[in-house]
């Protein structure tokens, strides 16, 4: 089973809508594929009508509770989601107490590993415990990043990060997001990338109403939109990037 996880230091960039939309087109494709949710907000869980009462971080962490049963249905075929709860907030106080502190996640997802092909991940915006597990754990991380400096510059930071902690640089793959080419910025730094987006995925995001009307159809964007769609594609051919990537 490969891991792959939406990852951002800043909040409102793009993140679930991604890790809903790559994990819709992974099982479309055939994947056998586990969405599990780690950010409180619950975003991808309300998206993919994650019914049933959540486990407790708490719960799962301790062993509580057999990961098998924290795993949910979704209306859509070989898709599956592991809901999150509002005491997700309290993931990282907890996984202090665990030992060794980055592999608590690792563990948590080795039994998934007969039943899916692929892992996807859907992480709350902070460098913290929780995200020195995900970055432990994951094949590979990528990042949505808004054309903007300071999107840019929380992208830097998390490359920084990354070299101070040890972690491979060779995991990071990010791409632009909520791209709006009416925006002069948005243009200059889709036309010339900075040097921090190098090795970026070619696919780009646009800001698009169809994304926003995710929440409205509470669905990924292929249950609704025109098979032609621009969000549509773009997500179709970041798809492609990552699969490929991954070896999937």
């Given at each position: 089973?490969?891991?792959?996880?939406?990852?951002?230091?800043?909040?409102?960039?793009?993140?679930?809508?991604?890790?809903?939309?790559?994990?819709?087109?992974?099982?479309?494709?055939?994947?056998?594929?586990?969405?599990?949710?780690?950010?409180?907000?619950?975003?991808?869980?309300?998206?993919?009508?994650?019914?049933?009462?959540?486990?407790?971080a708490?719960?799962?962490?301790?062993?509580?509770?057999?990961?098998?049963?924290?795993?949910?249905?979704?209306?859509?075929?070989?898709?599956?989601?592991?809901?999150a709860?509002?005491?997700?907030?309290?993931?990282?106080?907890?996984?202090?107490?665990?030992?060794?502190?980055?592999?608590a996640?690792?563990?948590?997802?080795?039994?998934?590993a007969?039943?899916?092909?692929?892992?996807?991940?859907?992480?709350?915006?902070?460098?913290?415990?929780?995200?020195?597990?995900?970055?432990?754990?994951?094949?590979?991380?990528?990042?949505?990043?808004?054309?903007?400096?300071?999107?840019?510059?929380?992208?830097?930071?998390?490359?920084?990060?990354?070299?101070?902690?040890?972690?491979?640089?060779?995991?990071?793959?990010?791409?632009y997001?909520?791209?709006?080419?009416?925006?002069?910025?948005?243009?200059?730094?889709?036309?010339?990338?900075?040097?921090?987006?190098?090795?970026?995925?070619?696919?780009?995001?646009?800001?698009?109403?169809?994304?926003?009307?995710?929440?409205?159809?509470?669905?990924?964007?292929?249950?609704?939109?025109?098979?032609?769609?621009?969000?549509?594609?773009?997500?179709?051919?970041?798809?492609?990037?990552?699969?490929?990537?991954?070896?999937?």
């Amino acid at each position: 089973m490969k891991t792959l996880a939406l990852y951002n230091v800043k909040g409102g960039v793009g993140k679930s809508a991604a890790a809903v939309n790559l994990a819709y087109l992974a099982a479309a494709s055939g994947l056998r594929t586990l969405v599990w949710d780690l950010d409180s907000q619950a975003a991808s869980s309300w998206y993919l009508h994650a019914n049933g009462e959540a486990a407790k971080a708490k719960q799962v962490l301790a062993g509580d509770t057999p990961v098998s049963r924290l795993v949910r249905p979704t209306p859509y075929e070989d898709l599956s989601v592991i809901p999150a709860e509002f005491s997700y907030r309290y993931f990282d106080i907890l996984l202090k107490k665990v030992e060794p502190p980055r592999e608590a996640l690792k563990r948590l997802l080795k039994p998934f590993a007969s039943q899916y092909d692929l892992a996807v991940l859907d992480c709350p915006p902070a460098l913290s415990h929780l995200a020195d597990n995900i970055f432990h754990a994951a094949d590979l991380v990528m990042v949505p990043v808004v054309p903007t400096w300071l999107s840019l510059r929380a992208f830097e930071q998390l490359r920084e990060y990354f070299n101070q902690e040890g972690f491979s640089q060779k995991k990071l793959k990010p791409f632009y997001s909520m791209a709006d080419r009416r925006r002069s910025l948005h243009r200059e730094l889709l036309e010339q990338p900075p040097e921090v987006m190098r090795g970026a995925a070619e696919a780009v995001i646009p800001y698009s109403s169809m994304v926003e009307r995710m929440g409205e159809h509470q669905a990924p964007i292929a249950a609704y939109a025109p098979s032609d769609d621009p969000a549509l594609t773009a997500y179709a051919e970041l798809w492609l990037e990552a699969s490929k990537t991954l070896g999937l």
